[in-house]
C-alpha cells in the first residue's frame, strides 16, 4: 500500500505504485485535466513519476507558485525546438527560467536579429499545438556522447564528458526533439499556455568565460495568462520610461564612463542628493544610539585569510602591492587588499580596549566605501556598480540581546522605509550556503537564534535556501516600488564566526571572556543602487525634501533679474535647494526644461511679481499656477520640505 497525504491533511491510498496524474485523477476530473506538475516531499517532480511510498504530495496547476517556473523552463525547451526547425545546423547549449522569463543560448553562424522573433514565435505556437508529449528518459553518458556528438552538438557532448560515469544523464524528449536537461517539465507542449514573447537579443559565452566561444542568447518572459504577459509588458513600457540611467542624464545627476568602469561619477546635483540621503541617514542612526566609525581602504591580506574573506571572497577584491614591495609579492605577506566590506575592520575597532558587558550592545556604523569586482557584463549604471558606499553597521551583543537588538533594527528599517516611500516589504530568511565557515553547530545555533528573532520582531519569512553570507545566516528584506517591482536593499545577519576567527571578547558577568554576537545589517544596502531605485521608484519625481533641486526662480523678463537674486537669496537662507534662471528665454521654454530635469518647483517672476513681493508657484506635473506672497511662499515649502522623522 502507498498512502499519499494531501494539502487538506487527507489521505488517499493505492494498492501499488501510482504517478502524479493518476493520483490527480483519483482526486477529481478537473484536476487531472489542470495538472501540470507535483510536489513530493516538498520537492518539484513530473506528473508521470511514479510514487511507491508514503509521501506528501500536491499536484501542481497554473494557480500555483510553482507553475511559472515550469512554464519559463519549457518555453525555453519550446523556443530551443523553433529556432532549430527553423535554422537548422543551429547548436544548442543551456536555457534556464529566470525571474520573469527564460533565455536559450545557441551557437549559429549568422547573427539573429529582432527582426526574427515574430517568426520564432510562431513557430513556438505551433510545436504548442501540436501538444507533443515530454518524457524524461535516462542515458548512459556513453550513449549521450554519441548522440550529441552524432546530431553535431559539441557544447552538449563536452558537458556530458565531464558528468562522472556512474551519474544518470536526464534527457527530456518533446516530440522528435529532445535536450539534456534535469527537470522537470510540463507533462506536454499543449499544457503551455501561449503568453510568451521574445523580448531581446544579447552575447555570451560558453560556461560563462571570455576566453571560450560567444554565444547568441535569446531572451523570453512567459506567463500563465495573457492578461499576465500585457500586465508584465505594460511594466516594462513603464520601467523603461523610469531607467535612473535616462533620468541621470535628463536630471543632470551623474554619468559612468570606460576610463572608470564599474565607478560613478556623481554630478553637483547627483552629489547633493547623495549627501541629503547620507545625512537622513546619519541623523536617524545617531537617534538610535549608533557611533559613526571609519576604517581603512587598503588592508593587509593576512587580515583577510584570518577573517576568511579570503577563502571565500578572494575573486571579488581587487588587490595591490605597495611599491617597491614585488620582491615580497611573491612570498605573499605583502598582498593588500581594496576593501570587499566593511566587518573585519568594525571588529579592530571592537577590539581596541577592554570591552565588558555593560558596554554592550555597541553600535558601530560606517558609511564604507567598498570595492568588488563584477563582471563588465553585470554591470548597470549605478544600480550594480564596482566602487560603493554602503551604509553599514555592525552591533555587538550578547547572546541574549540578539532578539532584542534585531528587533530595535527592524523597527527602524521599517521607518527609515516609510520615509522614503516604501510600505511594502517582504522578508527573506536566507539559510547557511555551500561555501561557508564555522561549524554546523555554529550554524544551528545562529540560524535559530535569527529565527527566533524575525518571530518576535512579527515578520513573515519567506525560505531562501542557500543564499546566506559565507559567516552566518540573514534576513532580507524586499521592496516593492511603485510598478510592482521588487529590490532587495536590507540585511540582517547573525554572525557567531567573525568574532571568533578575529579575536573579538569581551568581559561577562561570570568575569570570563567571550566572543560577542555580531550582527551586520545594512538599510539602504549601498548609497549607488538604492539612489537608482529611489529615481525609478518616483520617476525621477523626488519628494520635495530629497530633490537635489528644489525650486528655479525663473524670470520673465529681465527686469526682474535682482529681484529673482533676491528672492532665491532668501529661499537659500531658509535651508531651501534654489537655483536662478535668468535667460533670455520665453517663460514656457523654461518651465519645459526644468520639467524634463525634475525641478519639483518653478518660481516665476515678472516686473509685477518683482512690484508686489510675490512669486507665480507651478508644481512638476501641474499647469496650475499659483501667485503667493514671497515670504508666505517660503514658509509653505519650507515646511513641505522638512526631513521625515522617526
Partial sequence: ????????????????????????????????????????????????????????????????????????????????????????????????????????????????????????????????????????????????????????????????????????????????????????????????????????????????????????????????????????????????????????????????????????????????????????????????????????????????????????????????????????????????????????????????????????????????????YEPSGALHGIMRVRAFTQDDAHIFVTADQITAESIRFCDLLRSVYRGLGFEQVRVKFSDRPAQRAGSDEVWDKAERALQDAANAAKLQTQLNPGEGAFYGPKLEFVLEDAIGRDWQCGTLQVDLVLPERLGATYVAEDGQKHHPVMLHRAILGSFERFIGVLIEHYAGKLPLWLAPVQGVVATIVSDADGYAHDAAAKMRAAGLRVETDLRNEKIGYKVREHALAKVPLLFAVGRREASEQTVALRRLGSDAQETLALDDAIARIAKEAAVPQA
Avoid at 4 to 26: M, N, Q, R, Y
Avoid at 124 to 144: F, G, Q, S
Avoid at 247 to 272: C, I, N, S
Fill in 1 to 372: 500500500m502507498v498512502a499519499i497525504t494531501l494539502p487538506d491533511g487527507s489521505v488517499k491510498s493505492f494498492a501499488g505504485p501510482v504517478s502524479g496524474g493518476e493520483l490527480a485523477a483519483a482526486i477529481g476530473p478537473g484536476l487531472a485535466k489542470a495538472a501540470l506538475a507535483m510536489k513530493v516531499d516538498g520537492k518539484l517532480v513530473d506528473l508521470e513519476k511514479k510514487l511507491d511510498h508514503d509521501a506528501k504530495v500536491a499536484i501542481v496547476t497554473a494557480k500555483s507558485p510553482e507553475a511559472l517556473e515550469l512554464i519559463r523552463h519549457d518555453a525555453a525547451h519550446v523556443l530551443a525546438q523553433a529556432v532549430q526547425e527553423l535554422y537548422p545546423g543551429t547548436q544548442i547549449t543551456f536555457g534556464p527560467a529566470t525571474e520573469d522569463g527564460f533565455y536559450y543560448d545557441f551557437v549559429r553562424a549568422e547573427p539573429f536579429t529582432p527582426d526574427d522573433f515574430a517568426k520564432i514565435e510562431q513557430r513556438m505556437r505551433e510545436i504548442v499545438d501540436r501538444n507533443l508529449p515530454i518524457k524524461r528518459e535516462v542515458w548512459t553518458r556513453d550513449d549521450a556522447v554519441r548522440f550529441f556528438d552524432k546530431a553535431g552538438e559539441k557544447y552538449k557532448a563536452e558537458w556530458v564528458r565531464e558528468i562522472p560515469a556512474d551519474e544518470e544523464i536526464s534527457i527530456y524528449r518533446q516530440g522528435e526533439w529532445l535536450d539534456l536537461c534535469a527537470g522537470p517539465h510540463l507533462p506536454s507542449t499543449g499544457k503551455l499556455p501561449k503568453a510568451f514573447k521574445l523580448t531581446k537579443l544579447s552575447g555570451a559565452y560558453w560556461r560563462g568565460d571570455a576566453r571560450n566561444a560567444q554565444l547568441q542568447r535569446i531572451y523570453g518572459t512567459a506567463w500563465a495568462s495573457d492578461a499576465e504577459l500585457k500586465a508584465h509588458l505594460t511594466r516594462l513600457e513603464e520601467a523603461e520610461k523610469r531607467d535612473h540611467r535616462r533620468l541621470g542624464r535628463e536630471m543632470d545627476l551623474f554619468h559612468v564612463q570606460e576610463e572608470a568602469v564599474g565607478a560613478v561619477f556623481w554630478h553637483p546635483k547627483g552629489w547633493t542628493l547623495f549627501r541629503t540621503l547620507e545625512s537622513y541617514m546619519r541623523g536617524r542612526l545617531e537617534q538610535n544610539g549608533y557611533a559613526e566609525v571609519k576604517t581603512p581602504q587598503l588592508v593587509d591580506r593576512k587580515l583577510w585569510e584570518q577573517s576568511g574573506h579570503w577563502e571565500n571572497f578572494k575573486d571579488a577584491m581587487f588587490l595591490a602591492v605597495p611599491r617597491g614591495d614585488t620582491a615580497k609579492e611573491s612570498e605573499g605577506d605583502r598582498l593588500i587588499a581594496i576593501k570587499p566590506m566593511n566587518c573585519p575592520g568594525a571588529v579592530q575597532i571592537f577590539k581596541q580596549g577592554l570591552k565588558s558587558y555593560r558596554d554592550l550592545p555597541l553600535r558601530l556604523a560606517e558609511f564604507g566605501s567598498c570595492h568588488r
